[in-house]
């Protein structure tokens, strides 16, 4: 089974701080992706990456970067939190098929 | 006009009975299809996905696929409580996955 972990199922920031969202995959995958999920929006794609050292922007990129140092981590780093960041945040990961598999999410609050 | 539409519900039903969850999309030149279930508070797990027109099944679950009216159901057979959760469908080709904004299903014992 594939197995995608993010480092944190809840997590408090206040406006302004530095956030760090990791990402892990099992499988050897090359694609991985950061969505963020609100409710009436959807789900929406943030980020991803097709290989080490790779990435491309996604539909909402802007207040975002990420990292991919190794195959199998994916970070998603907000460089100065704001309010409207407030959000489910969701990492998938994608092999030679075209089915993504998706973490359990991290719930991140900005205060 | 978004490319993969979805009524989002909610939707509640009485155990036992059929549900029929339902998406639409725009672009032709999708050629793969999936869906979803999302638990309260959890991540997506896949549920089922389809590379052509017609039907799939997998126990209690039908996935249906029509091409030509750009149309893609979830059938779920004899429901139960633990259905309920927020289905997406998504489409996609070359890659790329778009996904419905989720229909909230709730059965009721």
């Known amino acids: 089974d594939v197995k995608v972990t993010q480092s944190s199922r809840y997590l408090v920031k206040r406006t302004g701080e530095k956030v760090f969202l990791e990402c892990v995959q099992d499988?050897?995958?090359?694609?991985m992706f950061w969505y963020r999920q609100d409710p009436g929006l959807g789900l929406r794609l943030i980020y991803f990456?097709?290989?080490?050292?790779?990435?491309e922007k996604g539909d909402i990129p802007e207040g975002y970067s990420v990292s991919r140092e190794k195959k199998e981590r994916f970070s998603l780093i907000l460089e100065s939190a704001s309010t409207n960041q407030t959000s489910m945040y969701l990492c998938?990961?994608?092999?030679?098929?075209?089915?993504?598999?998706f973490g359990p999410g991290t719930r991140l609050t900005v205060l | 006009q978004k490319e993969v539409e979805q009524d989002p519900g909610p939707l509640s039903v009485p155990e036992g009975a059929i549900v029929s969850l339902n998406c639409t999309y725009s672009?032709?030149?999708?050629?793969?299809f999936m869906w979803y279930r999302q638990y309260s508070r959890k991540g997506p797990e896949l549920l089922m996905y389809?590379?052509?027109?017609g039907n799939k099944e997998d126990g209690r679950f039908t996935a249906q696929v029509d091409k030509s009216s750009k149309y893609i159901s979830l059938f779920i057979r004899d429901s139960q409580p633990s259905d309920s959760a927020t289905y997406l469908c998504a489409a996609g080709s070359q890659g790329n996955l778009i996904f419905g904004k989720g229909t909230k299903l709730s059965v009721k014992p």
């Open positions: 672009n032709s030149a999708f050629q793969y």
């Open positions: 499988m050897d995958h090359e694609n």
């Open positions: 990456s097709y290989d080490v050292k790779m990435k």
């Open positions: 998938a990961s994608r092999g030679s098929t075209d089915t993504q598999y």
């Open positions: 389809t590379y052509s027109s």
